[in-house]
């Protein structure tokens, strides 16, 4: 309580000082301030194991200020990337809640999509808007939906994971085929492989019929067949 009263009162001071316009370094102030709220929630998760929600402010605050240093630091290209500084402190706090006990498995899941989304962010802005940074974001999102499948998650497997992370990998597949113009040369590979799928189906219906119906002269199923009469 002493330490959350402290971080309000200096965020109040600053404010103040914002407000007023006495002092030009104000961001960098925020930036620290950010930094050390995100070390009291991590002291709290370190020292509690019940307080394991402090790892998700912990993270946030810590991607916060962080971002919030390298803007007032100037670094170059930081408005394009920067965000994704923040995106990671968030994913990092939710991998520490998971870590800390594998029964809660679901902070995987927001873990995956923040990383997720700030790699996106890294390949867009590296690769100019290119089409191919979509497949990155979809990829992301199918290694998660892996990572709840394989990962302990205490007595029990998520083996349903593996669904959505086909399903997003096939998608991330076709996304960077378009990008790359060679979707044009597979366009009939899905039309071909459902007439495969329809005619095997086809073929095993009616072999299955035909082996359960008898031919013609012969005794059906259950039907006793001649014996030679005794003599």
Same mark, same amino acid.
């Given at each position: 309580?002493?330490?959350?009263?402290?971080?309000?009162?200096?965020?109040?001071?600053?404010?103040?000082?914002?407000?007023?316009?006495?002092?030009?370094?104000?961001?960098? &102030?925020?930036?620290? &301030?950010?930094?050390?709220?995100?070390?009291?929630?991590?002291?709290?998760?370190?020292?509690?194991?019940?307080?394991?929600?402090?790892?998700?402010?912990?993270?946030? &605050?810590?991607?916060?200020?962080?971002?919030?240093?390298?803007?007032?630091?100037?670094?170059?290209?930081?408005?394009?990337?920067?965000?994704?500084?923040?995106?990671?402190?968030?994913?990092?706090?939710?991998?520490?809640?998971?870590?800390?006990?594998?029964?809660?498995?679901?902070?995987?899941?927001?873990?995956?999509?923040?990383?997720?989304?700030?790699?996106?962010?890294?390949?867009?802005?590296?690769?100019?808007?290119?089409?191919?940074?979509?497949?990155?974001?979809?990829?992301?999102?199918?290694?998660?939906?892996?990572?709840?499948?394989?990962?302990?998650?205490?007595?029990?497997?998520?083996?349903?994971?593996?669904?959505?992370?086909?399903?997003?990998?096939?998608?991330?597949?076709?996304?960077?085929?378009?990008?790359?113009?060679?979707?044009?040369?597979?366009?009939?590979?899905?039309?071909?492989?459902?007439?495969?799928?329809?005619?095997?189906?086809?073929?095993?219906?009616?072999?299955?019929?035909?082996?359960?119906?008898?031919?013609?002269?012969?005794?059906?199923?259950?039907?006793?067949?001649?014996?030679?009469?005794?003599?």
């Amino acid at each position: 309580m002493i330490v959350l009263g402290a971080l309000l009162l200096a965020a109040g001071v600053l404010l103040l000082l914002e407000a007023t316009g006495p002092l030009g370094a104000v961001g960098v &102030l925020w930036g620290l &301030l950010f930094v050390m709220g995100a070390a009291a929630f991590w002291s709290l998760f370190a020292t509690d194991a019940s307080t394991w929600w402090a790892a998700i402010p912990g993270g946030t &605050l810590l991607g916060l200020g962080a971002l919030v240093l390298i803007d007032e630091a100037g670094v170059p290209s930081s408005e394009q990337w920067g965000g994704a500084v923040f995106l990671c402190g968030g994913g990092a706090g939710f991998a520490a809640v998971y870590l800390s006990d594998h029964r809660r498995w679901w902070a995987i899941v927001p873990a995956g999509g923040l990383i997720t989304v700030a790699l996106h962010a890294v390949v867009t802005a590296a690769l100019r808007g290119d089409p191919a940074a979509a497949a990155v974001f979809f990829a992301g999102l199918a290694v998660t939906s892996a990572l709840v499948a394989v990962l302990p998650t205490g007595p029990d497997r998520n083996r349903w994971a593996w669904i959505p992370a086909a399903a997003l990998a096939v998608l991330a597949v076709l996304i960077a085929l378009e990008a790359t113009a060679l979707l044009s040369g597979v366009a009939c590979v899905w039309p071909l492989a459902l007439v495969a799928a329809g005619g095997t189906l086809i073929r095993r219906a009616l072999r299955h019929r035909h082996g359960a119906s008898p031919a013609a002269g012969e005794p059906g199923p259950g039907t006793p067949a001649d014996t030679p009469r005794g003599r």
